[in-house]
């Protein structure tokens, strides 16, 4: 029985570390999201979502059916964006897989929840071309996130200090004055609007990870996990919540802004 618990508990957390901080942001991401949308169509109409919808749903079909290829995945159907149906779809990939293969089946979580990640890499790139100094600061906040081996409170505080800094350098007076800042809010705002999951994306995902997790079993049963060190896992950790931020950083200004058209329409 303790065998057992230990066979099975390990990889519970293991699967944590991988996959605990993506399943968080995004539920979190999925509210700002609802928040947001109900507040846009509030103030200006049912049709407020295709205005976001016309580049945001295109960005997140298309991030799905890039990781549908990579995972070798084969694609029926795809709607990059449409009039919202019964159910509210703005857009859509259909794909099938081979059932036989763990590669395609652990694909499935990754499929479900690459349009955070296609979302966050657009948003990142347009930090680059249109806000060049916010996009440094960025950069240098990723180089010294390499750095961390380990967590407590005051690594924890630097790291939200960092992006809080990050935060200033995009809404200062400078780019306040510049055309380009204004370009790059509308377009974070229609991105990180449709970052969010659906309820099919997270069906499709949970397939994968419960693949992901037998096969975490399996490999601390051979003990090849042993050679993953607590500071690679920390170091994975902070990179990727660090690149999650960012993304949830642009949907709580998106929801922000959201919150001020509907209180002054109301």
Known sequence: MEILKTLLLQPIIETIYLTGM????????GILRNGSLRNFQRSFGPNAVMVTGFIGVPVHELSHAILALIFRHSIKEMKLLQRPDESGTLG???HSY???SIYQQIGNFFIGIAPIFGGLICII???KFLLPASY???IKI???NLN???LNIKIIERILNSYYGLIKTIFTYSNLKDPMFYIFLFLSICISSHISLSKADINGASKGLFIMFALIILLNMVGLTKYISMADIIRYNVMLTGFLLVALIFSLITYVISEIFASLIR
């Open 22 to 29: 993506i399943i968080l942001i995004g539920f979190i991401l």
């Open 92 to 94: 859509y990939v259909r």
């Open 98 to 100: 081979n059932q036989n």
């Open 125 to 127: 790139l347009l930090m």
């Open 136 to 138: 440094s600061e960025f």
């Open 142 to 144: 990723c180089t010294n």
């Open 148 to 150: 961390i081996s380990n």
